[in-house]
């Protein structure tokens, strides 16, 4: 027990006499204990624990053609035709090349204005209004309190909002085409908009035109796809010369006969699932084939907050029962939709610093072992005529091809890393060079500066004093 107290207060005595090594010591066995804390949490929550749900062995990931995810319309087309699953639902994947993917998500084209656009849901239960013969005049009458509200510009139902996924998927076929089975139709997104919807959101009509208050119940069925519907089904023909059959959407949700529309405009593809996908969408007037339940867009003239209780009194003086639910701009929508892979961005670019430094730690820790070593060396070396500028020039020339080869190797592993997780990047291939241009030159710098202190000391080493070192 003498001997171990005497060992301790020696390594004390050792350790404040050498404070640079001691807190280069500290720092780096930190940082190892709280980057193996952090990345063992991470395991133990995503692999070792068992999932938050009910029989997580039932649950089961479905990937199209066994590599990329399943595309949004295939999704709607999957989920009301399966028979061997209970429930379906979709999810976003992200990926390891972070920070460029997610700086590619941030200057995607959504397809929509989001300034001065606030949007909200009206609850209306589906039983309330069976017919649609009674959805029509509550919701004509509501929408003219909502545009009335000062500070509106212009106001729209919808029955999905832009980038969070909502709206119904059905079936369609196009008039003329080849006849095939029900089963095997292609799926679509399908919206039932109000006329000013497009200029609401500021969604351009690149061909024909918009919704029009002339589209009523009893009038020509219309409707209007996106581009993408337009460039996969249409290809070189005309989309305004086209008529499409899709099945009716019932008041009750349900699905009804089916009903032939003209197509009388196409417009700028919007991201309705998300900020990553977007897909083949019609759009047909509100007033054509209403439902109860809806949500309402606003575009306001100021700030879209300033107008929410005004808002509230319009629409509870035509039902005083029914509130303004998920009150939200499309900033705030867009923003929440980027909310996991900016927390993902974050997390894992913490790992990255914490790494970074523990290898400029190691480096230096090498490089200064090696100095102390070589001492002799150098002073030989100075005494027979070398200067200092030659001693740094070796000591840092080593410590570069030590981070090089490092370097090649960490690549070589993120190159394959990127190939395997490649499907769950987004605009961000294998082999970025740009991506890996900068992790190549910020690790090269960082190995500069480790090696640059122990460089510098090995330069000013004294020749006599170096001679006599053991």
């Known amino acids: 027990m003498d001997n171990l107290l005497k060992d301790i207060k020696y390594a004390l005595r050792m350790m404040l006499k050498h404070r640079s090594f001691t807190f280069i010591a500290v720092l780096a066995v930190a940082l190892g204990i709280g980057a193996n804390t ?92 069976p017919q649609a013969e009674r959805i029509i005049p509550y919701y004509k009458q509501l929408l003219e309190r909502i545009e009335s509200v000062p500070g509106v510009n212009k106001a729209a139902l919808t029955t999905g909002i832009p980038t969070t996924g909502r709206g119904f998927g059905l079936q369609f076929t196009i008039v003329g085409a080849p006849p095939v089975d029900p089963s095997a139709r292609p799926a679509t997104a399908f919206q039932m908009v109000t006329p000013g919807y497009h200029d609401t959101f500021g969604i351009q009509a ?6 029009n208050e002339r589209d009523i119940v009893n009038g020509p069925r219309v409707a209007m796809v996106n581009e993408r519907f337009a460039r996969n089904y249409f290809g070189g023909v005309d989309p305004l010369q086209q008529r499409i059959v899709v099945d009716q959407v019932m008041p009750d949700g349900k699905v009804g006969p089916p009903v032939e529309w003209q197509i009388v405009g196409v417009f700028h593809t919007v991201r309705n699932a998300g900020v990553r996908d977007d897909y083949p969408e019609i759009d047909v007037p509100f007033w054509q084939s209403p439902v109860p339940r809806v949500s309402v867009a606003v575009k306001t003239n100021s700030d879209p907050d300033s107008v929410i209780k005004s808002l509230a009194a319009a629409v509870n003086s035509v039902d005083p029962d029914l509130p ?41 820790g090498v490089m200064a072992f090696g100095v102390a070593q070589r001492t002799h060396e150098f002073g030989v070396r100075m005494a027979l005529g070398s200067g200092a500028p030659r001693i740094l020039r070796l000591v840092l020339g080593e410590g570069v091809i030590l981070a090089a080869v490092g370097i090649i190797l960490g690549l070589g592993g993120a190159y394959f890393v990127g190939r395997a997780m490649q499907s769950t990047l987004y605009g961000v291939s294998a082999f970025d060079i740009s991506a890996f241009s900068v992790v190549a030159g910020l690790l090269l710098v960082t190995a500069l500066v480790a090696c640059l202190v122990p460089a510098w000391r090995a330069s000013g080493v004294d020749p006599l004093d170096a001679l006599r070192y053991e």
């Open 38 to 129: 952090a990345i063992f949490s991470v395991v133990n929550g995503v692999l070792l624990r068992p999932l938050p749900y009910q029989a997580p062995e039932q649950l089961v990931t479905v990937l199209h053609d066994g590599s990329s995810p399943v595309a949004p319309a295939n999704f709607f087309d999957l989920r009301q035709q399966s028979q061997s699953f209970e429930s379906i639902a979709a999810a976003q994947a992200w990926g390891p090349n972070l920070l460029k993917s997610f700086w590619n998500l941030t200057r995607v084209d959504l397809g929509v204005k989001r300034d001065h656009v606030l949007t909200f849901a009206l609850p209306v239960s589906e039983k309330r209004f």
């Open 324 to 364: 303004l639910a998920g009150v939200k701009t499309m900033d705030q929508i867009v923003s929440e939709k980027l909310a996991v892979d900016r927390f993902v961005m974050l997390l894992f670019g913490s790992f990255a610093v914490m790494a970074l430094l523990l290898a400029a730690i190691g480096v230096y």
């Open 206 to 211: 690149v061909k024909g035109r918009s919704f």
